[in-house]
């Protein structure tokens, strides 16, 4: 695999005030493979369940906050099951070590917020931030009905073609969680997540 050339350095935003620069390889020459993906897989699926398995007895389900809003869009059981660790830095997978190098401005990424399945890590400094804990829960959607092998192979197909801020993961969780800052009418966000996932290729 080589890229063939190298675009101009980007920005993408991470939405909430962190920005990660990257260059864009052409796709056209650089695309992840089946078999790429499926060596890789069982050792982040390893490392995603030893770091969950590691990190909750600091879980806290999303109910424990209180929030006012999220239960609006949101049902119950969801913020009761879905659970969230408040830490200083991010987990993040060591996805060049796992031969996907191409992650590399990933993985090395300043995030706020990444979710694991129905874990979610939150940076300590943001974590009353109500707008943070509802981008991550559309995660936490996409993961349940994804199931976690799709949800990782179109989460590394988006991000490897579009980009961190245009992979279409990413960016129905901006969409959703920018009609809830704009306090658009209010939606059923499993709904939501179920009609978009429809609409992917």
């Known amino acids: 695999m080589s ?3 190298t675009y101009p350095e980007e920005t993408f935003s991470d939405g909430y005030g962190k920005s990660i620069i990257t260059s864009r390889k052409a796709t056209e020459a650089c695309r992840l ?5 499926h060596t890789a897989y069982p050792k982040l699926r390893a490392w995603i369940q030893k770091t969950l398995d590691f990190n909750e007895k600091n879980a806290k389900p999303v109910a424990s906050m209180h929030f006012v809003r999220l239960p609006l869009y949101f049902d119950h059981s969801l913020l ?3 659970k969230f660790i408040a830490i200083d830095r991010l987990p993040m997978p060591p996805l060049s070590a ?15 917020g990444i979710t694991y ?3 979610y890590f939150i940076k300590q400094t943001v ?8 981008h991550e829960l559309i995660h936490v959607i996409q993961w349940r009905l994804l199931g976690p092998e799709d949800f990782l192979a179109a989460y590394a197909n988006g991000l490897d073609e579009f ?11 901006y969409d959703a969680e920018a009609a809830f800052k704009q306090s658009s009418p209010i939606f ?9 996932l429809g609409r992917l290729p």
């Open 117 to 119: 399945l129905d874990r």
């Open 98 to 112: 796992m031969g996907l190098s191409r992650f590399a401005v990933f993985e090395q990424g300043d995030f706020n």
């Open 3 to 5: 890229a063939a050339q």
């Open 163 to 173: 980009g961190y801020e245009n992979s279409p993961l990413e960016k129905m969780a």
């Open 80 to 82: 009761e099951t879905a």
């Open 188 to 196: 059923d966000a499993e709904k939501f997540v179920a009609e978009q």
């Open 33 to 37: 493979t089946p078999e790429e993906f």
């Open 127 to 134: 974590v009353t931030e109500e707008a943070i804990h509802f």
